[in-house]
């Protein structure tokens, strides 16, 4: 691809073949001992051998026990350079050894210390890492390549009250002075740096094995470690992964390598987990879950995690991307296997469906965009790698690899990742390796129709019209969520496999053809009640804009129950709704589609329609009260007598989609002012934090009435009784809740509270609370602005994290000044680390601006006509 020859790679005159590596972590003074002998490989006749390094001080370095003449550093391309008396000679071998010391970071990357309380009150630290994409550079000298494999013996020398894990299983372990113990660890696998991790706290933990029945191998142990008293919390994460895991070895054909897997919950994290190679890492939201205490919301996200970091042991690990150009490799697959996974162990959940209204929707939402990239994205610099860990790798990547494998049949798909796999284990893969195997088993030419989904930015939106009876007329252009598509941008013909269902979404209905050129005509032969519809179960990647009588058509057989699947009736809604935002359609003719599902019973559907109805209430925030609260009566109609047939009980033996919708719509029926439900709600509230009546707020109810009771008339006495749930909350998701609830204060003086709150790991969730307040949005952009210094000095090392400042901060608005003013802001700042992230906001603020200008005057005559507005 284009750029490569321009990669920030180290020299290749030596190769590493493994590290023998001991660290010693002080967690007292924060800093640690590090020493590692290097075997390496000589490619070339050389004197200097240069590796990366980051904020590490090298204390000695020799080769073959000779001592480094110099040492230099280069801090810009993060390496150091060993220069030596003498030659070593192409063709032998060699062994370098280094000395280093560290400092353990609180920024969450490389080896770093994360703080919690524990039990009794008191302050308590571990050390642990993380360094994808390019911080394990941070905790030892090494070639932080991906493609840069080696074997690892790690040595931790602890305190002897803590547990000390890494990558392998303990090899042995024994007392040392000063009250330690020494603990090595087996020899790892070949594997990339970005991989290796090693953990010491005062951790707990319970176990289980695997069945093991798949192979003749014998069942792996697996562990969940948590803070003591905590980790009883990780059975969930547990049965899901020893289940997840005999499903993988099952379909991959494959046996997990490693004699163990350890999963640890860290207090403080930044990603939601981290694949590391048999000690997979995880935030605590991410892996604890209580069945008596936590929202079953998080049920989905602990599972659905799990699946996703085990689906990357072999796709990932075993095999790894060859660059950072092909990151999708590792996170779509991952991505789309990881739902297969849930498929299978919760077959009750439609997890495909719920794919559509999440993963697939974020996907598209962001690829609708100027400024989002190719999933297959030239990285050259490591400043770069960061910014590509968004919906488009992750999300759009499964939705390509989901695209394909509905086209070639599932079992065709994961035989050719079986070839694939065997191809290329314990070593590295590009796309193209990907496309050659798939084609091999298919018969297709695989690489011919997907290299334009991987190379090429953006998706087609198909512009569907009916010049006859029983004949379509469809004609692709490239998507953009402004709708000012220019001829340069439009350019290239997507491979498009339409899906056409003429009745119900069985398969004698559906057509399996494919649009390979710019527009074309296609008869339809069997229609039943005037009905079609494309992209049947939302497969393809692309929106679909039906001219206005056939989407009045979709809407009438919505209502009368014809279009059974859950997916479709989502595609429906979702196309429909981003088409209006882009000017395909109006507003207020979505509106009405939307007044056809008042009778809808499925919670994906209304997750959906919850979505589309807060993005239209979000871009319409400044306009007049009288507008603004006749959307929210639009609401109370719409979702209401859902609240009312639900009610607030929750059954013990309830199925989970009717449990979550339950919470649904009472959020969005409170959200909306709905009298009922937000007197219900504050009486319940009253009960539980006055009474200590927990019976009367069931977990999974509890973050949504505490957003209806600050957003309706709640003050600062409301506001104090959910800081103190947060501060005295059983469960991570619990505290989440309580926090994430603080920002929807609507008095000046409580939003400035929440505002001063700093919660590291959970910023992302708690400013995104704070953009949704109608009246916390501005007052968050200004201490953003305020604070900037400081936020950028606490999350420079944790990029994630400040680009999310960034997006929750500006990309909601919706005027030319507010567009203008986060482009001054941003003037004279140095944003060359989260340029698209920038560019994205800006975009969204430019997105929704023109939105408004075109219908808001639509969108006022609709509700007037339709009695929302008096």
């Not at 909350?729 to 001063?756: F, H, K, N």
Request: a negative charge.
């Amino acid at each position: 691809m284009a750029g490569t020859t321009e990669r920030q790679t180290l020299p290749t005159n030596v190769k590493p073949i493994h590290y023998d590596l001991t660290l010693t972590p002080n967690l007292e003074d924060f800093t640690f001992k590090g020493s590692e002998t290097i075997n390496l490989n000589i490619n070339e006749n050389t004197r200097q051998i240069t590796l990366n390094v980051l904020e590490i001080e090298i204390q000695a370095a020799d080769l073959n026990s000779i001592n480094a003449l110099h040492i230099s550093y280069n801090k810009e391309k993060q390496t150091v350079t060993f220069t030596f008396p003498s030659e070593v000679q192409a063709g032998t071998s060699a062994i370098l050894h280094i000395d280093f010391t560290g400092t353990l970071n609180d920024r969450m990357c490389g080896f770093y210390r994360s703080s919690y309380t524990d039990a009794t009150g008191n302050k308590k630290y571990l050390a642990t890492t993380q360094f994808a994409a390019t911080d394990a550079r941070r905790a030892f000298p090494c070639w932080d390549e991906p493609a840069i494999k080696a074997t690892f013996h790690i040595t931790l020398i602890v305190s002897s009250g803590l547990v000390a894990l890494s990558n392998m299983d303990v090899a042995s372990e024994k007392p040392v002075e000063n009250n330690k113990k020494e603990v090595k660890f087996a020899k790892t696998p070949i594997m990339s740096t970005y991989l290796v991790a090693f953990i010491a706290g005062d951790l707990a933990y319970i176990e289980k094995y695997t069945t093991g029945g798949y192979t003749d191998k014998k069942p792996v142990l697996i562990r969940v470690y948590a803070i003591k008293g905590s980790e009883h919390q990780g059975e969930l994460a547990l049965n899901v992964a020893t289940k997840t895991l005999d499903y993988f070895t099952r379909i991959f054909e494959i046996p997990y390598p490693l004699p163990k897997l350890d999963m640890v919950a860290v207090p403080d994290f930044t990603f939601g987990a981290m694949e590391n190679w048999g000690l997979v890492m995880y935030r605590t939201t991410t892996i604890l879950f209580d069945s008596k205490a936590s929202d079953a919301r998080y049920k989905k996200r602990v599972s659905y995690t799990v699946a996703h970091e085990l689906a990357h042991q072999w796709f990932g690990n075993l095999v790894t991307m060859e660059w950072w150009d092909h990151l999708w490799l590792n996170e779509g697959f991952a991505t789309w296997v990881g739902y297969l996974a849930i498929d299978e162990i919760f077959p009750d959940w439609d997890i495909w469906s719920q794919y559509v209204v999440d993963d697939f929707q974020r996907g598209l939402k962001l690829d609708s965009l100027r400024s989002s990239h190719p999933i297959e994205v030239s990285v050259n610099d490591p400043s770069e790698i960061h910014q590509i860990f968004d919906a488009i790798s992750y999300q759009k990547g499964a939705s390509v690899i989901r695209m394909l494998s509905s086209y070639l049949g599932v079992d065709v798909f994961l035989a050719g990742i079986r070839r694939y796999l065997n191809a290329h284990l314990y070593g590295n893969a590009s796309t193209d390796d990907l496309w050659a195997n798939l084609s091999k088993e298919s018969g297709h030419d695989v690489g011919k129709f997907m290299t334009g989904w991987t190379r090429k930015i953006g998706y087609p939106v198909l512009n569907v019209t009916e010049p006859q009876p029983n004949i379509i007329h469809i004609k692709q252009t490239r998507f953009l969520s402004t709708g000012d598509v220019t001829p340069e941008d439009d350019t290239h013909i997507w491979w498009i496999p339409l899906n056409i269902s003429t009745g119900k979404s069985t398969p004698a209905n559906i057509r399996s053809q494919v649009l390979t050129v710019k527009e074309t005509d296609f008869t339809l032969p069997r229609v039943e009640k005037d009905f079609f519809k494309l992209n049947t179960h939302e497969v393809g990647v692309f929106r679909v804009n039906y001219i206005p009588e056939r989407l009045r058509k979709l809407g009438k057989s919505i209502k009368n129950g014809e279009l059974t699947d859950t997916s479709d009736r989502v595609g429906v809604v979702a196309d429909a709704g981003a088409l209006a935002v882009a000017g395909y359609g109006k507003t207020s003719e979505f509106l009405s589609l939307l007044n056809e599902f008042e009778d809808e019973d499925k919670y994906i559907v209304w997750f959906e329609i919850n979505s589309h109805i807060t993005n239209i209430t979000s871009a319409w925030f400044e306009q007049s009260e009288a507008v603004y609260q006749g959307l929210l009566s639009f609401q109370r109609k719409l979702c209401s007598k859902l609240a009312y047939r639900l009610g607030w009980e929750y059954p013990e033996k309830e199925d989970y989609l009717t449990t979550m919708l339950r919470s649904l719509a009472i959020k969005i029926s409170g959200r909306a002012g709905n009298l009922e439900i937000v007197k219900e709600a504050k009486r319940r509230f009253e009960l539980f934090t006055e009474k200590n009546d927990h019976s009367v707020l069931h977990p999974n109810i509890r973050g949504a009435v505490y957003e209806i009771v600050l957003t309706h008339g709640g003050g600062e006495k409301e506001f104090e009784a959910i800081l103190k749930i947060f501060r005295n909350s059983p469960t991570a998701d619990q505290q989440l809740i309580a926090l994430t609830a603080l920002g929807y204060a609507q008095q000046p003086e409580l939003i400035q509270r929440a505002l001063d709150f700093s919660i590291s790991p959970e910023v992302p969730n708690y400013f995104q609370s704070l953009q949704s307040n109608r009246k916390s949005r501005k007052p968050l952009w200004d201490f953003i602005k305020k604070n900037w210094d400081l936020f950028q000095d606490q999350y420079a090392k944790s990029l994630v994290l400040l680009e999310s400042i960034i997006k929750h901060g500006t990309d909601s608005f919706a005027s030319d000044e507010a567009a203008i003013d986060v482009e001054n802001f941003f003037a004279d700042k140095d944003n060359k680390k989260f340029a698209r992230s920038l560019q994205q906001s800006l975009e969204r603020i430019r997105t929704n601006t023109a939105w408004l200008k075109r219908d808001a005057k639509g969108v006022e005559e609709w509700l007037t006509n339709n009695g929302y507005m008096n």
